[in-house]
């Protein structure tokens, strides 16, 4: 019993850190660090976890000219980019949509 309760305050002492390693760490103030937002997974996409991988955002997609469905997957990061990508060109063609119908001879297509 006495050797269970050694080994255990043993484990413990070497488990915990000393009261010096505790004051090196600086403490976190919520002035210095904003919070990062919580990434929302976008509609149409779904979280895909394989073991010892980081987790993948994948969507069935039907190309052009093919009735089957391909599954496409990403990183958080390539999602992220891709998002991104997709916002800019919608905003460059509503952009050339609005300069485009103001000119006199704008073609419109």
């Known amino acids: 019993m006495i050797r269970t ?19 090196q760490v600086p403490p976190l103030s919520a002035s210095n660090e904003s919070p990062q937002p919580v990434f929302k997974v976008p509609v149409g996409w779904r979280v895909k976890i394989l073991r010892g991988e980081e987790p993948r955002y994948c969507r069935k997609d039907v190309r052009l000219g093919s009735r089957f469905a ?28 609005q300069i485009c119908t103001s000119a006199p001879g704008c073609v419109n297509y």
């Open 70 to 97: 391909k599954e496409e997957c990403l990183t958080r990061d390539q999602l992220e980019l891709r998002l991104q990508l997709e916002a800019d060109n919608v905003s460059r063609v509503s952009q050339g949509a």
């Open 5 to 23: 309760a050694l080994t255990v305050l043993l484990v413990a002492g070497a488990v915990l850190p000393s009261p010096e390693a505790a004051s």
